[in-house]
């Protein structure tokens, strides 16, 4: 009947303006409500002492039983026997028998938002994530170089305390991928323009240069930005294009590799013909050739470019999305809404892009990226536990601990795993002389664990209390953090600000 179907459309067309509307006023309400932040805590008033632990010396992989340790200000003023401890006029003590300590953990790979205040900082700090690597927030996609990342604009209350933080060690520049997009490029096109690039990007203070250029660039784009980072005295990683030849010593100056998907392609003499694609995984794996292997590793302990495989986000992830258990995740509550629906849309699109023939293949190359990690240790390479937050299902700071987990089962020791979350970033990024292990003079981060993690990876997770820059935070400051990051990720005003950032036509 058209009168009772104009009248149904109607109706119908009616209640649609009214959620967009609806949708529209509650969209504006909570941009404009303020953002909440954790309080910072206030230094600890009087020299702490913590008598009788375990200290776990990551960098050597041993445990060295019955020490104590002194925090004084935001140092480390004394580590040895308890009986050898300074005298104290006043002093706080804490009882470390039965314990075990470990450096503040690293995560040479995240990325970070305008909202992490309370989305990722707190989650960091609650798993023990004392400095992290940002490699790249909203603006990083942008190549508007007035954008700058949110975290470089949060240094100095960083600095004077206000804003609680894990330390950012290095925050990348924005992602630079749109070079040479022609594969018949100028070379002095090229020259040119790379470098005018990277002045620009230098002048605006960028600590390291990200390149994420497409898999099949002209591998002249890649060697040129990296020579030109390096005579502009920039450093520079990122993604490794399957294109590019790790051997050529153009490439010497790159400092780190991220992602196992990009350097695995360099043990296979099919690299130049590999697409990424599954069905070339099996070929790319069958074409591998060990004595190459072992030379573009050689060639990166040489020249002292770092590997992050971020297994956990990378080729670990795509074999892992396939068992389905990303759909049970209970962190799930500390991800904003906006995001949860990206991670299980990007999670939906990878399982149903795979066909059931192809799985036997990603196993494979799965476990050949596990195989390359300790390869590579072997060869001597910085290896360097990064989670690659943000991507589907890498919650921050839980995600380290993933991480953790895939190296030593890619066979790396707990102590090498460790090693690979604080002593070697520390040392790779010339930083050891303040951070990377126990000792008298370095920043007072650390970790104390209920469980041995040398005997268990997984006890690293088991923090009984965190003491960051020097100040205390026990098992109860650690929970709140977590709650107070479920709180947000479920609020009007996070998920609000996180959807206009995605959707506003401007960064
Ligand atoms: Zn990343």
Known sequence: MPFFQGKKSSILARFVVAMTALVSVALVVGVLL???????????????????????????????????????????????????????????????AGKYVIPGLWDAHIHSLRLSPQLHFPLLLANGVTSVRDMGDACSWSDNLKCLPEIRKWKDRIAEGSL????????????????????????????????????????RGDDFIKLQLDDHVNPLVFSTLVTQAHLQGMRIAGHLPFSVDLLDPLLASVQSVEHDSGLLPQCSDLLAAFDGRNRSKARLLARADDKRCDAVLASMARN????????????????????????????????????RFMWRFFAYLAVAGTAAEDRPALEAYYRASQKMTQRALAHGV???????????????????????????????TPAQALRAASWTPALHFGLERDYGSIEAGKFADMLILDKNPLQDIQHARAINLLIFDGKLYTREDLDAMLSFTASQA???SVNSKFLWGMIKPWQ
């Open 382 to 412: 910085a290896v360097m536990a990064g989670s690659d937050s943000m991507d589907p299902y890498v919650t921050h700071g839980f995600g380290l601990h993933d991480e953790l987990l895939e190296l030593v089962q890619a066979g790396l």
């Open 490 to 492: 479920s609020s009007l």
């Open 304 to 339: 002292r470019t770092g590997y992050v495989p971020t297994h956990i986000a990378s080729i670990g992830q795509d074999w892992h999305l396939l068992s389905n258990t990303y759909k049970s995740d209970e962190r799930i509550k500390y991800v904003a809404l906006p995001q």
């Open 34 to 96: 303020p953002l909440q932040e954790l309080p910072v805590k206030a230094a600890e008033a009087s020299p702490l002492v913590i008598e009788d632990l375990t200290v776990i010396d990551t960098r050597n992989g041993i445990e060295i039983p019955h020490q104590a340790i002194v925090v004084i200000g935001n140092r480390i003023s004394f580590v040895g026997r308890t009986e050898d401890v300074p005298v104290f006029n006043e002093v706080r003590r804490i009882a470390g």
């Open 164 to 203: 609680l933080s894990p330390r950012i060690i290095a925050t990348a520049s924005y992602h630079v991928e749109n070079l040479g997009q022609n594969r018949d490029v100028d070379t002095h096109v090229l020259e040119n323009e790379s470098r005018a690039l990277l002045v620009a990007l230098k002048a």
